[in-house]
């Protein structure tokens, strides 16, 4: 019986030195900062011959979930005009900010951006660069809009690392947003 | 054999409780004493002590101890027996006490299945228990942990691919499932659906299902069922044996080595020891028509036990490493839901490749250690008192398909996704000695400490964890019947850390609740017995369904937690019959498991807009399920050496609370096989050939519009398996199978299968297996 009751204590003791290695995980929760994020797309465009500039953005700036994007604008053009088109992609839930157009542009021969207008008549749009493999990638080019009418302006970013052939096919999208257009 | 096995079980322990003996007044001697084993020194269950010429005779006890009680005194001859040994007489002349200790000599043919009348389940007795062991379990040798279990009535599998496989019990998995692994909870990122358990299988010589609701021996999330891992117990004082599994796999040219090395110590009494390892190697899987880009397996596991016994004391200690390196099929990354649509109507995946062993983006690495050191005391008067503890650490990292586009970021190669999970387990359980010899019972106390660190892209929250059980069983045991009752209350506190906005959000939850289990067995014969039990579970909404806010790549959804969930809470009806003759055999079980507060993901209707478009909207949201089933298992040796087996599981599940249906309820099968038993040549013993068919219906049962892509059509399959022993010697013996898996290159896609909108499921797959023996 004396063996009993020393063989408990035994176990009691151990049991309480058995939470000795807790932890507490809060005092090691860090903001993410080496996930990029892409938070707003903006298109520029300008009117070719003048200066005139018009810029349309999507915004989230908390990325995917929390708040709602913040702007989701309608791009309005004028029928029967030549403009170039440039797109700015930021993640703004970094601060500093960070530049993402930047980084395509680094790596030109993984991306390629994607301008589909429906109905196709609206808007006709010409790659304006090219990467090292010869392959469009759109970060610039022209945009030559139609007669009026209403409808819609696809913006993808393909990502296609060790794939990219200059369709769209490969690859999964990092962008995927369509804009209300209007050319009146 | 299994089921004379399990009969001759039965009559043991049966036979056990009867130690009562007609008593006589005036006669007080008494012979008492230990049976051991003359070679090894191990004590021996089960004996057979008995007065010959008379109607008196008790088995030994699980320390191999006897006692024979009011004898008068006199002359007599005491007899020893039990399967497997030399019968021993002894004269003894009686005037008062006498000890007489027995050792008996192992008989040249060993029967080896009296060794199984010494193992013990925790389980509960009224439900249904299915176990995999010996050669069952060598035909499942060199596959997952989930795709091991298939083979059992009612549980299925939830996949990723084809290296990715959920066990799934009666419709339920990943949270609802407890695995226990020697002893030990399986604490990893278990909610996710790729996340597949991190045990391998070569660890253990059983594995068991138990279906059914068992939360009260085993703690919360038991919902669904609970999968015991079992290492075979320590080989103590025993000469050193091993085996070493070599099996090579067609498709993914995969190949598995794995050996076991254990023994006893010369020098010390009473030690035991055990090393095992398994590596695994595995490229590209083949579908019928085209390879899976990217579904390489790598991984490296080890363990490490040994154990001292002496007299009533007996202590473990067991160390495991699971490393795996698992390459996730490239084609199943999509950025939107115009990616997911086109792979759909493209009807293959865009990604072509040939065969590689290459492991790259996108891929999950996970290693999961665990170390338990377990204690436990036979006390002289029947008592018992066992004392775990054990230390896990889960450290998954998922690597997206995509490197960050800057370039100093990129170079360092982080995971996308961070989980570092460490847990400490601590479980006392004392049996206490059987009361009037029927009743027997147990008092535990768990507890377990956890906490998460994550890192990355944010999914889940940091989080502190801790939980506190306390149980009760009671178990009335005739050679009639078997009644038991158990009670159970846990606690849990949650302490989550996120970051919202770059700030620090703390949040604190309390859950608790009881569990309760009552079930009866009662065999009418030795071929006729039933069971029922009634038992609930309980189950805390885990991290991901509180905090979840973001799109679900693989599911092409975005999926938002709530955290005012409260627990899920399930209650459990279940019963069988088991009917076994010599020439055939059936268990009909039904089922009724009712969940309420169960958690699912709802449909929202209006989509979610993000930078990659939008995405439909699904919301962890509560309701009432019911999942009503049956398992049928039959077999039935209708020729000399031919046997037809069948397996049905059928599964209905209802949403209550909306009348409707829920998502990814795993259909219906059938499973038969045909199976010729070779006759036994020369040194070739036990070979057979074997064909069977697996049926899976289609799943009719969805909610409307929920999916991209609605549940794929019914499918058959094929397989063959042959496989036979060559007895090299006494000591070596060779086990030879051989396995074709899906026989006629069947094209077809599986509901539960995460892959199904990418690319078809496996194609043919034949397998060698080589098992060798050696000392046993």
Redesign the interface.
Known sequence: MKM?RK??WM?LA??TT??V??????D?????D??????S?TLKFTEQGTSNVSTFS?K?A?????N??TK?DTISLKPNTTYTLAIELLDESK?PV?D?TK??E??SDEHLFVYTPSPAALLTYTYGDKDKNNYPIGLTGSAKTGAAGNGTLKV?LR?Q?G?KNGTP??G???????FILKVK | MPSARFSLLFFLLSLLWQTTVAQKPACECFVKGVVKDRHTGQPIIGATVLIVGQNNGVFTDTQGRYELRNLCPGNYTLECRIIGYNPFQQKIDLTAGHEENFNLLEQEVHLKDVEITAHRTDAPSSQPLTTISGADLDKTRGQTLGESLKGVTGVTTLQTGSSIAKPVIHGLHSNRVLIMNNGIRQEGQQWGSEHAPEIDPFIATRISVVKGAAGVRYGSDAIGGVILVEPEELPVDKPITGELNAVGFSNGRQGVLSGTVQGGLNFVKGFGWRAQGTIKRGGNIRTPNYFLDNTGISENNFSLAAGYRHKGLGIDVFYSRFDTQIGIFSGS????V??LL?VIKNGEP??KSGFSYAINRPNQNATHELLKAETH?H?NDGNR?Q?T?ARQYNNRNEFD???????S?AA?N?P?LTFKL?S?T?D?VWDHKPIAGKISGQVGVS?L?Q????????LI????QFNAGLFWIERYVTSKWELEAGLRYDYRML?T??????E?I?DHFDFGNFSGTAGATRNFSERFSARANVGTAWRAPNVSELFS???HHGAAA?E?GDATLQPEKALNSIASVKYAAPKWSVEVGGYYNYIFDFIYLKPQPEP??????AFPYFKYTQTDASFKGIDVSGSWEFMKRTTISSKLTYLRVYDERNDGYLVMIPPNRLDNALKYQLADRGKWKDGFISIGNMLVAEQKRVPANSDFLPPPKAYSLWSLQAGATLKVSDKQQVEIGINVQNLFNTVYRDYLNRFRYYADDMGRNASLRLKWKFGA
């Open positions: 009993n063989l408990t176990l151990a049991m058995a939470f290695q807790c932890k507490d995980s809060g090691e929760v860090k903001p993410d080496e996930n990029e994020l892409i938070t797309v999507y989230d908390d990325g995917d979930g929390g709602a994007p989701f601060s960070d993402i980084e395509v680094e790596e993808q990502h690392p794939a096919t490969p999964s999208d990092d962008v995927n947003l369509d | 990354h999509i950025g939107s115009t990616d086109n865009f990604v005391y006390f008192l004392w503890i398909l995509h490197r960050p586009r800057n370039d970021i360092l982080h996308e460490t400490l601590n006392v507890t400490y906490y998460n660190l994550m890192s990355g892209r944010p929250p940091n989080f502190n302490k850390y996120r970051i919202v906005n770059r620090k703390a806010d973001g799109v975005y938002k979610i807009l993000t930078i990659r478009g």
